[in-house]
């Protein structure tokens, strides 16, 4: 399964890329509201230093302004990922986009009726977002598993899922179980990804037992 980091700050992706750890980036406005920066300058400089996908969202809702804006976004590098949103202008824009053979991420996905339609346009990636329905009671995990199974069962259709909302590691283990083609992760629970208390109590009692030793292995 691939990793991406849901993120838009620079020095974040820059340390997990560093660590080998990154597939690829999204973004979404409110990511990009939160950096602080300029957008196209923000999305440029990540194209630079990540090798996968950078997904960059339209802003606008209607079609005419969401199709130039996604035209631009493309132009920024030949790994930009344009994202739009599950709205009949956004996958119209998204088909013309994917026409013209560019990559597209199709967000805010809520429904297995959602993945089909996003399936159709041949979208490289839906993007269920988990986390927002598990917060209204429903249980994210179990659109994954429909989305991957519907897709499954069309070996025509190419679109990655692209498990999103991503709240802890539990639900990046589960989004794993459930045939999620790729996580995108915020950094923190990234990090929280590497925390078990028995590594730590582990690697103190062999730190103390090599001590003990008296050796050296330079
Ligand atoms: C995905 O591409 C979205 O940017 C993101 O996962 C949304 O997560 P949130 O529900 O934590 O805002």
């Known amino acids: 399964m691939k990793f991406f980091v849901d993120t838009a700050n620079v020095d974040e992706i820059r340390e997990l890329a560093d660590a080998g750890l990154l597939d690829g980036v999204t973004t979404n406005p409110s990511l990009i509201n939160k950096a602080g920066r300029d957008f196209i300058e923000t999305i440029t400089e990540i194209c630079k230093f990540v090798d996968g996908p950078v997904s960059a969202e339209v802003a606008a809702t209607d079609y ?21 949103p599950l709205t009949p202008a956004g996958l119209k824009v998204g ?75 539990q639900h990046v283990v589960q989004a794993a179980l459930s045939g999620a083609d790729v996580v995108t992760v915020p950094p923190k629970v990234l990090h929280q990804m590497f925390n078990h208390p028995l590594t730590d109590k582990g690697l103190e ?14």
């Open 95 to 169: 088909k013309n986009l994917v026409d013209n053979g560019q990559a597209i991420n199709v967000t805010l996905c809520f429904s297995a009726a959602q993945a089909l339609l996003a399936a159709k346009i041949g979208a490289t990636y839906i993007s269920p977002f988990i986390g927002r329905l598990d917060d209204i009671g429903q249980e994210g995990m179990t659109l994954i598993r429909e989305i991957s199974d519907i897709y499954t069962a069309y070996p025509e259709i190419d679109t990655q899922v692209l498990a999103a909302s991503i709240r802890g590691p």
């Open 64 to 84: 005419e302004t969401m199709m130039k804006e996604g035209e631009k976004l493309a132009t920024i590098a030949d790994n930009v990922c344009v994202k739009v």
């Open 205 to 218: 009692q062999f730190v103390a037992d090599w001590q003990a030793t008296g050796q050296s292995i330079l």
